[in-house]
Structures are given as structure tokens and as C-alpha cells.
């Protein structure tokens, strides 16, 4: 009882990246209230002033970028876009490579094949290449970075659900279970899904930092999230011209990107040790 | 009328014959037992009747027909889970983990709409009680891994029969189980069976359980039956060497303790190396150069495979 209760504050300790990536989505969920200003409002007087400039009653935490906007409220509403992106990809590429995976590892035979093959050869494209041509057809913007980042990742998942649908496919509980009169999508939704969730989740978690990287990257390069919309990315971009004389436009945002990264990838790392474990 | 009726079944992996030409049948009601050492392809004829095959294997003769009519994969996909049930070895990876067990026996009743999710999981209490489980309301809301292998055991007997079914299939039902409860879950088998008016196709490797048990025994060797018959004719009177054999390495009460048990010589070969003609010839002592044949099940009711049966039929 008493080393049950010794060991709880550190179980609890060890969970920080859990805390960091909660505040981080609060940032996001709660921009608009907690962005000191509006963070695409253009002040002319107020360019390039360091951390801690004040104009008539307008406190510039962490100062101002080329635009005289505020820093702070653009990185705080800069966790939104990441963290919208990141996770609205993270679900559609998840669930689209999870189905495919599922399918080809249970329906075997030219499915299986056929999806595959297909799963190889995204694979094989580089990223970064399929991003591009990408957005030279659809174009940049918002729900485009998620369409790229979605397209460039399922194959990941499918990969994942695919080797695990196979582990288990010929487990006894599925035969029986399909002996028992279950219809495929029963028996993949109901068996085999609760059963692979873990190790999916643990790829979801990893690929949600690698989602805000790659927006940011795509950003960066301007094929992302187009200004004046605030993303870290951008900002990172802007900030490079400016990085001798006002450190602080790119600084703060590239902060925020490796504490949020850093959170995803600590905790899925945590996961897959819980789940190495388990098993 | 047969309610299950195999006609020369051929089960191949590519190339690879690993059932050639059984034949068996299965009345209402009644249990047959199908026995054999490990590797005779008890299992995979098993799969076969609900068509269950792994990847890569294939039915390449034969017909499989239950009430009269042909085994199509649409005829099975309503009579599996209600008419036809099974339950395999391992009680234990054989339930979902992550799923309680009382919805695990509820679930042939959802699947094929037999019944409302409420009516269902009462249904599976119900039955959870009756496959004697104590406190079934309780034991429902928990998973496989809370409960011990003989439970989980009679959990998918409770989840075979809740609809009722027509023809059981019991894949050496208490193979993995400890000695102690194998006689019980078998008797239960019975019991419950014989009550609900449901035939049973007992896959087992025991002699014992087969006299213990059934009606009728079908005797597999190497991919064939080699001698089936009534159970107290087969055991009085075996014809095939192999099933004299079989017989002979079942422990006798009556048996001096000091005495080895009689154990068949040499192993079983595996499907890759069987002989030509009987396939029981590489182990066979009486076997002669006829043998190079293959040999008829022979008979009437009570059917043997072989050119120098142990009595005459
Ligand atoms: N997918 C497969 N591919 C090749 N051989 C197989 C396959 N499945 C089973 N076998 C072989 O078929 C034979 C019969 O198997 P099985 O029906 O499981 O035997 P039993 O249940 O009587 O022990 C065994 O020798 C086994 O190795
Ligand atoms: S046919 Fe020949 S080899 Fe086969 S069981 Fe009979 S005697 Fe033995
Ligand atoms: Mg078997």
C-alpha cells in the first residue's frame, strides 16, 4: 500500500510531456481568449520591437514581427493551425491506412496484392516530392496540407495494421468468431481492431509531431498554411531575414514547435514501452 | 437422414494432399468421434465443414452437405454460429481478450438477429449458468483473462450452444484442459448436447474420451479413415492394425502398473512422407506387398481399410 503510494508521484512525473502537450492544446483551444491581441492586426509604429515593448497600453511580450504584429498572440494562435492540421491528418491518413492494412491482411489474395503494391510504391516516393507536386495541382492552403500530409502517410498505418491484422487473423479467437456466423467488417471492427489499437496508437502519436513538423516545413517553403494566417512555420520563414537584427520572430515560434514535438515524441515513446511491456 | 454427410473430401495445400477421401456421416443427435494422432487432418476436415480453411488450402474433391443439401459458402454464412457450431482446443486464446465473456456467448444471437442486445445478454447469463458457471451476472461483465482455462472452457460451450444449434463441432475440446476438469467439461458436452437434441463431430486423440463419449467412431490415418464403425463394435471387434493399435495404448484399469504402456512404433509421418498405397504400410506390421495398394473401406456399418484386416468383416 505504502510503496503503491511511494510510487505515484513518480508514475505521475513521468507523465510530464502528457501535461506539456495538454497545455499546449488548451493554448489552441483557448487562443482567441487568451491571445493578449489580435494576432493579424497591423501596427506600423510598432515594427520589430523586442520582447517586452510597450505601446499605449499594448504590452509586446515576446515583440513584434516585420508587421508590428504581436508575437505572442501569432504564436499562440499558430498552436492552432499545427495542432488542427496535425491531427485532422493524423485521423485521415490513420483511417484510411488502417482500413487498408485491415483489408489486406484479412481478405489476403489479389486484395492484398493490389493494396500492397500500392502501399510500397508511396512508400518509395520521397515525401517531400509527393508534398510538392501535390500542392503544384490542388494548390496551397489549409485543407490542401492536410490532403498532403494525409496522402504522404497512410501507407505508415497500413504497414502497422496490416502486420498486426496478420498476427492475429489466424488467432483462434477470429476463426471462432467467424465460425460463429461474425461478417468481415464485425469481426475487423469488433476483434481485431480493439485488439491492434495500441501499437496504432503509438504510430499516431509519433506521426502527430512529424505532422507538425511537416506542415511547418511545408509552411516554411510556402507551400502550407498561406499568410496572413498565423503558423509557426511561416513565421519561422519570416524570421529567418530577420534573425540578426529581431531573433525573437523566429525564436519563439520555433520554441513552441520543438516543445510541442517533443511532447508527442516523449509520450509516444512512453507508449510503446507500456505496450512492449504488455505484451 | 444424415444431417452431416462427408463424401470423399480431398483437402490439398497446393501440391500437398493432406485429407484424401473421407467420408463420414453425423445423424441428428447423436456424437461421433473422429480420432486420430496429431498430424491425420482431423482438424482441417473440421474447417472444412464451415469452411474455414487457412489461407492456401483448398478443397479439391468430395461434397460436403448438411439436411440433404450442398455446404455453399451463402447456405453457411446463416447456418454457422446457428445451426452449426464449434468449439476449438484452446479455451483460452480462443476468446477475444478484450471482450467480455457474456457478450462473447451473446454474440451468434446478435449476429444473426436471433435476438435485441438485452434479450441476448440475458440469454448468454442464462446460459453461462447452465454450463456452470457460478454467479454468471457477475462472470459476464469480465474478460477471458479473469478467468481460468476450464471457465473460459465452458464459456464457448455456453457460446456453441446458445443458439440451439443442430451439429456441434468439437475440436479436441479438453486436449489443453488439466485431467481433473476434462471429465467434466466432456460431460457437460454430453449432457447439454443430449438435452438440446444437438449431434456432436468430437475431434479427440483419446480412445478413452471416444468410449467415454460417443455413438459412433470414425477412425483418421494420414489424411483417411481407415475403419469407422459403432463404438462398442470398433472396440470389440477393431479390423484396421492401426486401430488395434490405438486401442492398445489405452490405459486399462485392470493393468499391472509395472507394465509400459504399449506405444505405437515409430511417429507419425508427416504428409510429405507418406507411403503409396496404405499409408499406414511404413508402420504397419502385417504389411505385404499388396499393400503397395490402396485399400477400400470395406463393409457394412462397420468399414475397415485394409488388405489384411485384424478379423475378417
Ligand atoms: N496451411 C497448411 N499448409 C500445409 N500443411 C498444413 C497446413 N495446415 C495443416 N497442415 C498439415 O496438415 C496435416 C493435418 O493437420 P490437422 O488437420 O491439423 O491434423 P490434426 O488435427 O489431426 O492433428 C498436418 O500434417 C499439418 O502439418
Ligand atoms: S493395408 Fe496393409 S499396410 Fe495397410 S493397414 Fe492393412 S495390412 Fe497394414
Ligand atoms: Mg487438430
Known amino acids: 500500500m505504502s510503496a503503491a503510494l511511494a510510487f505515484r508521484p513518480r508514475t505521475l512525473a513521468a507523465w510530464w510531456p502528457a501535461g506539456l502537450l495538454a497545455a499546449l492544446v488548451a493554448c489552441a483551444i483557448l487562443a482567441p481568449w487568451l491571445a493578449p491581441m489580435d494576432p493579424d492586426r497591423q501596427n506600423l509604429m510598432a515594427r520589430l520591437k523586442a520582447p517586452g515593448f510597450e505601446a499605449r497600453g499594448a504590452l509586446y511580450l ?16 499558430g498552436a492552432r493551425v499545427s495542432i488542427v492540421v496535425a491531427v485532422s491528418s493524423v485521423l485521415l491518413s490513420g483511417v484510411v491506412g488502417v482500413a487498408v492494412g485491415m483489408l489486406a491482411a484479412y481478405l489476403r489474395g489479389w486484395v492484398e496484392t493490389v493494396l500492397m503494391r500500392l502501399v510500397d510504391i508511396f512508400l518509395s516516393i520521397p515525401a517531400i516530392l509527393l508534398a510538392i507536386i501535390t500542392v503544384a495541382v490542388l494548390g496551397p492552403g489549409f485543407i490542401n496540407v492536410i490532403l498532403v500530409l494525409a496522402l504522404t502517410r497512410w501507407p505508415r498505418y497500413a504497414r502497422v495494421a496490416y502486420g498486426q491484422t496478420l498476427a492475429l487473423a489466424d488467432r483462434p479467437f477470429v476463426r471462432l468468431s467467424r465460425a460463429m456466423g461474425a461478417s468481415t467488417p464485425r469481426v475487423l471492427a469488433l476483434h481485431i481492431l480493439p485488439n491492434i489499437i ?33 503558423s509557426w512555420g511561416a513565421m ?16 519563439f515560434p520555433g520554441l513552441a514547435l520543438f516543445l510541442l514535438v517533443l511532447s508527442a515524441n516523449l509520450i509516444g515513446d512512453r507508449l510503446g514501452d507500456l505496450i512492449g511491456k504488455g505484451r | 437422414m444424415s444431417l452431416l454427410d462427408l463424401s470423399d473430401l480431398a483437402i490439398q495445400a497446393g501440391e ?28 482441417l476436415t473440421a474447417l472444412s465443414i464451415v469452411d474455414l480453411l487457412g489461407e492456401g488450402l483448398r478443397v479439391t474433391r468430395g461434397s460436403r452437405r448438411f439436411d440433404g443439401a450442398d455446404l455453399t459458402p451463402k447456405r453457411l454464412r446463416k447456418l454457422r454460429g446457428q445451426d452449426i457450431a464449434m468449439i476449438f482446443q484452446e479455451p483460452v486464446s480462443s476468446l477475444n481478450p478484450l471482450m467480455p465473456v457474456g457478450a462473447q456467448v451473446a454474440e451468434s444471437l446478435i449476429v444473426h438477429g436471433t435476438a435485441s442486445e438485452s434479450e441476448a445478454q440475458s440469454a448468454a447469463i442464462d446460459m453461462l449458468r447452465r454450463v456452470g458457471i457460478p454467479d454468471p451476472d457477475r462472470r459476464a461483465t469480465q474478460l477471458p483473462a479473469e478467468l481460468s482455462g476450464g471457465m473460459c472452457q465452458r464459456v464457448m460451450i455456453a457460446a456453441a450452444l446458445i443458439s440451439r444449434p443442430r451439429l456441434l463441432i468439437a475440436d479436441e475440446p479438453t ?23 444437438t449431434a456432436v463431430l468430437l475431434i479427440t486423440h483419446d480412445m478413452g474420451v471416444v468410449a467415454e463419449m460417443a455413438d459412433r467412431v470414425c477412425v483418421m490415418y494420414g489424411g483417411r479413415v481407415v475403419e469407422q464403425g459403432a463404438v462398442h463394435d470398433l472396440f470389440a471387434a477393431p479390423r484396421h492394425p492401426y486401430t488395434d493399435m490405438l486401442l492398445r495404448t489405452m490405459p486399462r484399469p485392470d493393468d499391472p502398473p509395472k507394465e509400459p504402456l504399449f506405444a505405437i512404433k515409430g511417429s507419425v509421418p508427416g504428409p510429405r512422407d507418406w507411403p503409396s498405397g496404405c499409408r499406414f504400410r511404413s508402420r504397419c506390421p502385417r504389411a505385404d506387398a499388396a499393400c503397395t495398394e490402396r485399400p477400400p473401406l470395406q463393409g457394412d456399418g462397420h468399414r475397415a481399410a485394409c488388405f489384411h484386416p485384424m478379423r475378417p468383416t
Open chain 1, 62 to 77: 515576446l515583440g513584434s514581427d516585420e508587421l508590428g504584429r504581436d508575437v505572442l498572440s501569432r504564436v499562440i494562435h
Open chain 2, 16 to 43: 500437398l494432399s493432406l485429407v484424401d477421401g473421407v467420408t463420414l456421416d453425423v445423424h441428428p443427435g447423436e456424437i461421433v468421434a473422429l480420432v486420430g494422432e496429431s498430424g491425420s487432418g482431423k482438424s
Open chain 1, 236 to 251: 519561422l520563414s519570416t524570421g529567418r531575414n530577420y534573425i540578426a537584427t529581431a531573433w525573437w520572430i523566429a525564436t
Open chain 1, 198 to 230: 495500441g501499437p496504432l496508437l503509438v504510430v499516431a502519436t509519433l506521426e502527430f509531431g512529424l505532422m507538425v513538423l511537416f506542415e511547418a516545413g511545408l509552411s516554411f517553403l510556402g507551400l502550407g498554411v498561406q499568410p496572413p494566417m498565423a
Open chain 2, 175 to 197: 486436449t489443453a484442459l488439466d485431467v481433473t476438469i476434462q471429465a467434466q467439461i466432456l460431460s457437460l458436452i454430453r449432457d447439454l448436447t443430449r438435452e438440446q437434441g
